[in-house]
T-cell receptor
C-alpha cells in the first residue's frame, strides 16, 4: 500500500467556510496531484506540482488553490466553500515525469451544506 | 479528443465466477494503459500496466490484455471473490507532454454476490 495520506477523510461544513484538505506522502516523490471525483464519474485533474514551489492548474477548472512548500506536503485550500464543491478529492503522487504509476491517497469526501 | 470508454457500466456476478471488463480508448500518442481497482471510499490502486509492445499482463487472478491496433483493452477476473467488489478504472497515459497526462475512464462497478 502506498504511503500517501489525506486528512480529513470526511468533512461536512457550511457554506462560506474556509477549508484546507491535507495531503502528505513519505515516498519522496517529486510529482503530486489533486483530482476531483463525483460518484460514478471519472477522475478530473484539478492541480498538479512538479516539485517544491511548482504548482499548475489541471484540466478541470477549480476555485481551490494549492501550495508546495515541502516535497512531502501538498495541501488544497478552498477560501469559501459552496455546495457545488461537494465531491471526493483524491491526492496522488508519482516518482518522475512521463506516464509513471500514480499512487493515490484514500481521498477526502467533502459535503458543503 | 482523447477519451477512454469502459463497459459495462456495472456488473453483478456470483462468487467464484469469471468476468471480463472492457476498455476502448482514443488517446494518442499512446504511452501505456493501466487498470486500477478502487474500493468504495478509497483511492485507486494500480493492478496492471501495459506498454505498446505488451499484449497481456497478469497479477494474480487479474489478467489484462491490450490490442494497440484496435485500441482496446480488457481485464479478466478469474474465480471472483467478495473482495473483488469495487470499481475498476481503465487509465491511459499519453506521451505527448512532459506531464504524461492520464485519461481516466468512468469505471465498471463490479459487485460480487455470495
Amino acid at each position: 500500500e502506498a504511503d500517501i495520506y489525506q486528512t480529513p477523510r470526511y468533512l461536512v461544513i457550511g457554506t462560506g467556510k474556509k477549508i484546507t484538505l491535507e495531503c502528505s506522502q513519505t515516498m519522496g516523490h517529486d510529482k503530486m496531484y489533486w483530482y476531483q471525483q463525483d460518484p460514478g464519474m471519472e477522475l478530473h485533474l484539478i492541480h498538479y506540482s512538479y516539485g517544491v514551489n511548482s504548482t499548475e492548474k489541471g484540466d478541470l477548472s477549480s476555485e481551490s488553490t494549492v501550495s508546495r512548500i515541502r516535497t512531502e506536503h501538498f495541501p488544497l485550500t478552498l477560501e469559501s466553500a459552496r455546495p457545488s464543491h461537494t465531491s471526493q478529492y483524491l491526492c496522488a503522487s508519482s516518482e518522475r515525469t512521463g506516464g509513471e504509476t500514480q499512487y493515490f491517497g484514500p481521498g477526502t469526501r467533502l459535503l458543503v451544506l | 479528443k482523447n477519451q477512454v470508454e469502459q463497459s459495462p457500466q456495472s456488473l453483478i456476478i456470483l462468487e467464484g465466477k469469471n468476468c471480463t471488463l472492457q476498455c476502448n480508448y482514443t488517446v494518442s500518442p499512446f504511452s501505456n494503459l493501466r487498470w486500477y481497482k478502487q474500493d468504495t471510499g478509497r483511492g485507486p490502486v494500480s493492478l496492471t500496466i501495459m506498454t505498446f509492445s505488451e499484449n497481456t499482463k497478469s497479477n494474480g487472478r487479474y489478467t489484462a490484455t491490450l490490442d494497440a491496433d484496435t485500441k482496446q483493452s480488457s481485464l479478466h477476473i478469474t474465480a471472483s471473490q467478495l473482495s473483488d467488489s469495487a470499481s475498476y478504472i481503465c487509465v491511459v497515459s499519453d506521451r505527448g507532454s512532459t506531464l504524461g497526462r492520464l485519461y481516466f475512464g468512468r469505471g465498471t462497478q463490479l459487485t460480487v454476490w455470495p
